[in-house]
């Protein structure tokens, strides 16, 4: 059995989101300042498809966790406010698992990369020995 890790962004204060969260406006009001360290990055803009980006430290980490991970986790909320704001190739190259009690069919991206996302309740899946990346909301972490 592979590790599950808990990968997101949170203020000091405790907060992972800011007010009036929803598709259109991911994080809510501000939400997005807290990940403002990872977009200039040359592995996240590798990721969403964007050229350039910046090589240091905190890239060579980012890049060392997308490597490693096997899998995603997380909560219906997240993924509907992303399937509204992620680029048409969405920036997981893992299978992506939704934790909802709204059953669906799995997504299959329009440039698919090969791994569908998954919305559906009791969906069973397997990264391997690959670790889990659990990010997103809280609920799914606990």
Do not use: C, Q
């Not at 259109?24 to 990055?41: A, K, Q, S």
């Amino acid at each position: 059995m592979g590790k599950v890790f808990f990968d997101v962004g949170m203020s000091l204060d405790g907060f992972i989101a800011g007010p009036n969260g929803r598709p259109g406006n991911p994080l809510g009001d501000g939400g997005t300042r807290i990940h403002e360290w990872v977009y200039p990055l040359a592995a996240f803009r590798e990721r969403i498809g964007l050229p350039g980006g910046d090589t240091n430290h905190d890239d060579e980490v980012v890049r060392a966790v997308l490597a490693r991970t096997g899998a995603y986790v997380m909560g219906r909320r997240m993924f509907d406010e992303g399937e509204v704001g992620w680029p048409e190739n969405p920036p997981f190259r893992a299978p992506v698992i939704v934790v909802t009690r709204h059953a669906r069919d799995p997504v299959r991206p329009p440039r698919h990369n090969g791994h569908d996302i998954g919305a559906r309740r009791g969906d069973r899946f397997t990264a391997g020995h690959a670790p889990v990346i659990s990010g997103g909301e809280v609920n799914p972490a606990r």
